[in-house]
């Protein structure tokens, strides 16, 4: 199936031509939950993805099985803890072996080859927490969906099958940003994680969390965080339906692109991942095979970015 992925879309309506590219004159199905309480602002949305687009709504039906199903809403406070817990870990664990990196990086030694092994050893340990990290969470995922039991729970089987009706009936579905922590939390919900990750599928553009969504692997980046240091952090995996992408959406907003040691230390995390810039210009065609799009310019291990035309 086709999958466009668009630059953030703020200041653009690129998504308007994507999906009509898609959709074969039929309607338009819409994820806008990672907005959270602004969900239902989607007027402007609406209009651009063509007419009769509808709204999932999964946010509000995510809040409704809550508040209807007091048990689940239980378990599903404690995994938020035991999640908050672990990330807590691993951002100690990673702000080390990051620090480590950039203490080498501005010490400076007789044998470049020295230094360079010293750098490359850096990076290898940075990447051992992030596998540890993708591994603990997956772990405390299948826990929790196993413990939840969400799919066997009435209210939830009934918002699967509202969802399922409404994307039966359409011939695109698009996914824009917001949170893409809450995104995440309502595509797991309702089935929709199983569903873009498989051959059933349908059609989907995506922008800005929602293509951090269909990597598979999700970063979150902000090298001005208000706290700590602004190490760009792995959240979770993602729905891997674009492989060995790393989208950052906003990037020259929100990285010191000028940074040879940022630049350096992010691409050196994601060894044969194209740690790609969404600008809002950006209009990418994933291939069949779901590998990552090429032309895209990209954080390089240099502490360059390499323009499209040079990758």
């Known amino acids: 199936m086709s999958v466009i992925l668009l630059g953030p879309q703020r200041f653009r309506q690129s998504a308007r031509q994507a999906v009509r590219d898609l959709a074969d004159g039929r309607r338009t199905a819409v994820i806008n939950a990672g907005w959270g309480l602004r969900e239902s ?72 080859g020295l230094h360079d092994g010293a750098l490359t050893a850096a990076l290898a340990a940075a990447r051992d927490v992030d596998e540890w990290h993708l591994y603990q969470t997956g772990v405390l995922q299948r826990e929790f969906a196993a413990r ?44 929709l994680a199983s569903l873009l990750s498989s051959n059933r599928r349908p059609p989907l553009v995506a922008w800005s969390a929602g293509a951090m969504a269909l990597a ?34 906003h990037a020259r907003r929100r990285l010191k692109l000028a940074d040879r040691a940022r630049v350096c230390a992010l691409a050196g995390r994601f060894p044969g991942y194209t740690c790609a810039i969404f600008d809002d210009a950006v209009r990418v065609a994933v291939p069949a095979d779901g590998s990552a799009p090429r032309n895209l310019p990209r954080l390089d291990i240099s502490g360059e970015v390499i323009a499209p035309e040079a990758a």
């Open 216 to 249: 598979d692997v999700i970063v979150l980046f902000a090298d001005d965080a208000p706290q700590g240091n602004g190490h760009p952090e792995i959240y979770r995996s993602g729905l891997g339906v674009v492989r060995k992408l790393v989208p950052l959406p």
């Open 41 to 112: 602002e989607d007027a402007e949305l609406l209009e651009v993805m063509g007419e009769g687009a509808r709204n999932l709504q999964l946010y509000r039906r995510w809040n409704e099985v809550m508040d209807a199903d007091s048990e689940l809403a239980e378990e599903y406070g404690r995994h938020s803890a035991r999640l908050a817990e672990h990330q807590l870990l691993y951002e100690i664990r990673l702000n080390a072996a990051l620090e480590c990196f950039h203490i080498l990086w501005r010490r400076r030694v007789q044998d470049p």
């Open 148 to 191: 939840a039991r969400a799919a066997e729970r009435p209210i939830v089987v009934e918002h699967r099958n509202e969802v399922a009706e409404i994307l039966a009936d359409s011939g695109v579905l698009a996914i824009a940003g917001g949170h893409v922590g809450v995104l995440m939390e309502c595509l797991d919900a309702f089935g």
